[in-house]
């Protein structure tokens, strides 16, 4: 594992996409953006917490350029919209960072096209999202996609023979599968890129173990009372401190994956520190075996057009 060293370089006139941008990472990230100078459009889900979210972000950057759009990753019709709406208004964009996410709700629960939650809202909005996006994006100069995944994509398998686990539901197993999804996502859209020569930077990023309101809404999802899994989390954020990055140090990869120099495509980054759960900074994270198989990533790739009904350009 590599050490790596952080450069945010001036942002001014560069469109950055951030989806969840509202709350946690999203949030950590558009906020580091709009200091650098980026104009951000913000694609979430709800347009209160987005106010809430500008006020937080312009009492540090007073001056922040940005810009809250509707999305709802979990309906392909919002995702297509947004497309639609940002390819009227024409601005080429130099960054998209697939970022919003569900994590390990208790009981399967279904998009509003029919797919398990997490693969459905975690690995093909953002599929469909980008294309859509892809001519702003190749109309940039040097342009990156993000995407990020987890460390459980160390232990995520695509369950080919029933991805919306509709015969039998694992709420780790299903994130699992969603966030190994997203990082071969993420190594296939680069692999494209340069054979067809879009000039598109695509890589992924993970957090490690970072504290976000993911850990807690996400396990508990739809009900009132925290679950057993939300408390665990809670209990090992104060009593296990050390294992756990702040927000700030958990987007350190996700930005370097998006706007440092050195950073490549076809990479995934991640913390630093021991098995990459924390220690802050950036390095090279492991790829899982799985993530570069170059069959099961072109079938992955299938099946996700097939779900999204979104194709991607072959020249």
């Known amino acids: 594992m590599t050490d790596l060293a952080l450069t945010v370089p001036d942002l001014s006139g560069k469109l950055a996409v951030v989806t969840g941008s509202n709350s946690g990472l999203g949030l950590g990230v558009t906020k580091r953006f709009a200091a650098a100078g980026a104009d951000v459009v913000m694609a979430i889900r709800n347009r209160a917490k987005g106010e809430a979210a500008i006020a937080d972000i312009r009492a540090e950057v007073p001056d922040a350029k940005l810009t809250i759009k509707n999305l709802d990753l979990s309906s392909l019709a919002s995702v297509a919209a947004l497309g639609a709406e940002l390819n009227a208004e024409g601005r080429p964009i130099d960054i998209l960072v697939n970022n919003a996410g569900v ?5 399967r629960d279904t998009t509003a096209d029919g797919v398990e939650l997490q693969f459905g809202c975690n690995h093909l909005g953002h599929f469909a999202l980008t294309a859509h996006l892809l001519p702003l994006l190749r109309a940039a100069d ?3 996609v993000v995407s990020l995944s987890s460390l459980a994509a160390r232990f995520g398998r695509i369950n080919f023979d029933d991805p919306n686990f509709e015969r ?7 994130y699992g599968q969603s966030k190994i999804a997203t990082l071969i996502f993420a190594i296939e859209l680069d692999r494209l890129s340069r054979r067809l020569g879009w000039g598109l930077m695509s890589n992924a990023a993970h957090p490690g173990l970072c504290k976000t309101n993911l850990q ?5 999802h739809g009900r009132e009372k925290p679950t057993a899994l939300a408390r665990f989390y809670q209990f090992s954020w104060r009593y296990l401190p050390f294992m756990w990055q702040e927000v700030d140090e958990g987007i350190i990869p996700v930005l370097y994956a998006a706007v440092d120099p050195k950073a490549r495509g076809a990479e995934f980054y991640g913390p630093r520190g021991f098995q990459e759960l924390a220690g802050g900074g950036v390095a090279e994270a492991q790829i899982p075996g799985r993530a570069a198989n170059v069959a099961d990533s072109r079938r992955l790739w299938e099946l996700s057009e097939k779900l999204t009904g979104v194709s991607y350009p072959t020249n």
Do not use: F, T
């Open 103 to 107: 994590m390990q709700p208790p009981e």
């Open 142 to 144: 040097n342009p990156r």
């Open 168 to 174: 039998s539901y694992s709420a780790n197993l299903s």
């Open 216 to 220: 807690i809404s996400g396990p508990s």
